[in-house]
């Protein structure tokens, strides 16, 4: 069972517009939501976060938006660089037992053009 | 410089040959983490570590077995490596248990392949 949901395997943008990758989840129990951003032969990398008592959290040219009642969350990149192609994964965060697991989604390629 | 790494980076074997993956990070984190990422299935937990001697299975750990000897160190073992266990797999850590929803530190992956 998928908690954790990407539904757009790839997206296309065009350099200097906005680039907004989508992510649902199902488990009301996530405390916490994260971004991790991956480049090619690297290992992801944060992004950025937000805790599930927040519904908006900016990071320079990234806005983190979750909306809880439709267990939706959204990463918008204003504007977009060519830099900021790679695969893009949505995860979140549960306390089970003493520690916290991250539950990742399945990755948006995203390809900023020219 | 803070990193995790792990050796090797890229591995061909044959089926039924043990192997061990090392991972490494010089941060003294307490949590260590293995995942391993396949298409459409994104990362998948294998095992986590919460502290020296302290080890529990993720969400795919058949197959696979781990030890925390050292705080640093964090090897994944594959006592006889099948060609299903094909993926490519990231070691992490994370300075504490529940911090900024467990922000976890990768590293570069090690791609496997078993024949």
């Known amino acids: 069972d998928q908690q954790v949901k990407q539904n757009s395997p790839s997206l296309s943008v065009q350099e200097g517009r906005i680039s907004i990758l989508n992510c649902d989840y199902t488990n009301s129990m996530f405390d916490y939501f994260l971004w991790y951003k991956k480049y090619p032969a690297e290992g992801p990398t944060f992004l950025i976060s937000i805790s599930s008592i927040k519904d908006k959290n900016e990071d320079g040219r990234f806005t983190v938006f979750l909306n809880k009642s439709a267990k939706h969350l959204s990463l918008h990149i204003v504007p977009s660089q060519p830099g900021d192609s790679a695969v893009y994964f949505c995860?979140?965060?549960?306390?089970?037992?003493?520690?916290?697991?991250?539950?990742f989604g399945t990755g948006t390629r995203l390809q900023v053009t020219l | 410089e803070a990193q995790v790494t792990q050796n090797p980076r890229y591995l061909i074997t044959v089926t039924g040959k043990k192997l061990t993956v090392t991972c490494s990070q010089n941060m003294n984190h307490e949590y260590m983490s293995w995942y391993r990422q396949d298409p459409g299935l994104g990362l998948r937990q294998i095992y986590y570590s919460m502290n020296v001697e302290v080890t529990d299975k993720g969400d795919v750990p058949e197959g696979y077995k781990v030890s925390r000897k050292e705080k640093r160190n964090f090897p994944l073992i594959l006592e006889s490596p099948s060609p299903n266990q094909t993926s490519l797999y990231f070691c992490?850590?994370?300075?504490?248990?529940?911090?900024?929803?467990?922000?976890?530190?990768f590293g570069p992956g090690t791609r496997l392949t078993v024949l």
């Open positions: 992490a850590s994370s300075p504490d248990l529940a911090v900024k929803g467990n922000e976890q530190f």
């Open positions: 995860a979140a965060s549960a306390i089970t037992g003493t520690a916290s697991k991250l539950t």
